[in-house]
């Protein structure tokens, strides 16, 4: 009796120690499950997040293109209709806003001084704050890191600058083209003229005046285009024989409700070129001087480049 109630004694306290042990190992692994999925989720946030960041990024890449401005804001996209987050809310999935930092600087981008933006997108993370140092120049840009949980995404729009220079220096040898195709128009046209010896000693032909015809002296003169505020050039090629009533224009003006005759509008149309060349991709201004180096005698040469609009005529 005494072994058998021993046996049954030590079954018991087997059993107990059992079940203890049973009861541990299952707390441990309810645990294991529950730290799991919290850190699941956290993994899934930060996927999102950097989607999010991914898709902002292209929106506001598409946004500069058609602009030319940088947002600083995430709102803009959604009202503009250049993004769309979930439920329409600028909100990183632990409810802060997302944030775009961004600063220009001047580089020469293709021969053209352009301002390059450079943008970092920012997540604040779980803790919902900033912990990275804004950046305010290239190097902090450049040398820019994620700090505590925060995350981010950095770009540029270099390449964007490239493409709009380079449709800039398109356009721009489009119009050298045509400029100089209408200052052979109009020397083949003036040498016809002076050709015919009774025209020989009008103004055209004796440009200087002296009631003397000099061979190819109608040559002598600036055939360029007037800047209305160019007075350095001699002679300037005439259209109705009188000088001092040459084509005139406002280098850089496009006011299309007063001055009309001279704003660059009208320039464009003289040497025959599109309107839509008075407008460079980023919004400037076609401007142009018909005597670069002031010179008085020939050769003359002219310039055209891309600036800001001249309001005031």
């Known amino acids: 009796m005494i072994k058998f109630f021993n046996k049954l004694r030590n079954k018991g306290a087997m059993f107990g120690i059992d079940a203890r042990v049973t009861l ?39 946004y500069y293109k058609d602009k030319y401005i940088m947002v600083t804001d995430i709102d803009t996209l959604i009202t503009d209709q250049y993004l769309e987050l979930d439920q329409q809310f600028n909100m990183d999935p632990w409810g802060s806003n997302y944030k775009i930092l961004s600063f220009s600087q001047e580089e020469t981008v293709d021969g053209s001084q352009m301002m390059v933006k450079y943008v970092t997108l920012v997540s604040l993370g779980k803790d919902t704050s900033q912990n990275i140092t804004t950046p305010a120049n290239y190097t902090q840009w450049l040398n820019l ?23 800039e220096a398109a356009q721009l040898s489009i119009i050298q083209n045509l400029l100089n195709s209408y200052v052979k128009q109009k020397e083949s046209t003036v040498r016809a003229y002076c050709n015919v010896v009774g025209n020989r000693l009008t103004a ?101 480049w891309y600036d800001n609009e001249v309001t005031v005529f």
């Not at 294991?32 to 999102?48: C, D, L, P, T, Y």
């Open 24 to 62: 541990a190992v299952t707390a441990i692994a309810a645990f294991i499950v529950g730290f799991n999925q919290f850190a699941s989720v956290e993994r899934n946030n930060k996927k999102e997040t950097v989607l999010d960041l991914k898709i902002i990024k292209n929106s506001a890449l598409e």
């Open 145 to 167: 890191v994620t700090t505590g949980d925060d995350i981010i995404l950095k770009f540029s729009t270099r390449a964007i600058e490239e493409d709009i220079a380079n449709v």
């Open 204 to 304: 055209t032909c004796d440009v200087d005046g002296n009631g003397t015809y000099n061979e190819n002296e109608e040559l002598t003169q600036n055939f360029m285009l007037k800047d209305i505020n160019d007075s350095a050039g001699k002679y300037y090629i005439t259209t109705n024989g009188t000088h001092g009533t040459e084509n005139k224009f406002k280098s850089g003006y496009i006011n299309t409700s007063s001055n009309i005759p001279y704003n660059m509008y009208t320039f464009m149309n003289v040497i025959g070129g599109y309107s839509e060349y008075v407008i460079s991709p980023r919004g400037l201004t076609l401007h142009f001087t018909s005597n670069k180096y002031n010179s008085v005698d020939s050769p003359y040469y002219s310039e055209i």
